[in-house]
């Protein structure tokens, strides 16, 4: 969305309602901060201001600062003494290293489930293939966005190993941001689907290799669009 007002603040009202999310307090508050620096409502470069947000969200500084710790951390703010914490920006080298360890992650992933799919889980799939052609047919980005993630990790999760979605979302984190960026790209959308369907017939099929093929080739197509997004966009990334 990149929304920001005239001195650059987020907009604190964009965060999620905590009262829906599980966990601790502190837990709350940073799941709305990660979920709204992820879906771009605070874009890069953004201060990050713990007053309206405690206002927003109706808490206390302590799990804000919590919660802005834990996101540091992350590597999606930046707290800098004497001047304030702000959403990071684009790193392409970060960027490079999580599509790296994620196509990794992937083409593994696509090898077992080819090979040890139950017929359970291929109505999963084909139930959400169905799922990411709607929203494709309804113009329906952000849906088709949350249908994709929902694929990659409905894949994750038939592999038998239970840290493996945390695993492939904690590598990939500023991968997930700007790929949100690239998505209302005019026909991006509908190639995805069609990547997707090619990588869905390849396990429908237990074909591993094929499944890899089709899946580093849906992987493929990330760094150089988000490349092209850097020279369209410079001013969302890290100045070298």
């Avoid at 502190?26 to 901060?33: H, K, L, P, S």
């Avoid at 996101?71 to 920006?89: F, K």
Wanted: charged share 25%.
């Amino acid at each position: 969305m990149l929304i920001m007002n005239n001195t650059n603040d987020i907009h604190a009202t964009l965060l999620p309602d905590i009262s829906a999310l599980e966990g601790s307090l502190a837990q709350r508050v940073y799941q709305a901060m990660k979920e709204a620096i992820l879906a771009l409502d605070f874009p890069p470069g953004a201060n990050v201001r713990k007053a309206p947000i405690c206002e927003t969200l109706g808490v206390s500084r302590a799990p804000v600062t919590e919660a802005i710790a834990r996101l540091a951390n992350e590597g999606l703010v930046d707290v800098v003494p004497q001047s304030g914490t702000h959403v990071s920006y684009f790193s392409m080298d970060e960027i490079r290293e999580g599509v790296f360890l994620r196509e990794a992650l992937e083409l593994a992933t696509v090898a077992k489930v080819a090979r040890d799919i139950t017929d359970e889980q291929l109505k999963k799939l084909r139930r959400n293939m169905r799922m990411q052609e709607l929203m494709v047919e309804d113009d329906d980005t952000a849906g088709f966005y949350q249908a994709d993630e929902e694929f990659h990790q409905m894949l994750m999760e038939f592999t038998g190993f239970s840290r493996l979605p945390l695993v492939a979302q904690t590598v990939s984190l500023q991968v997930r941001r700007a790929r949100l960026l690239l998505l209302p790209t005019p026909g991006r959308v509908a190639e995805t689907l069609q990547e997707h369907r090619a990588v869905f017939a390849a396990i429908q099929h237990r074909d591993e290799a094929a499944a890899q093929q089709e899946m580093r080739r849906h992987i493929g197509q990330l760094l150089p669009r988000i490349e092209t997004l850097q020279t369209s966009k410079p001013e969302l990334f890290h100045k070298n």
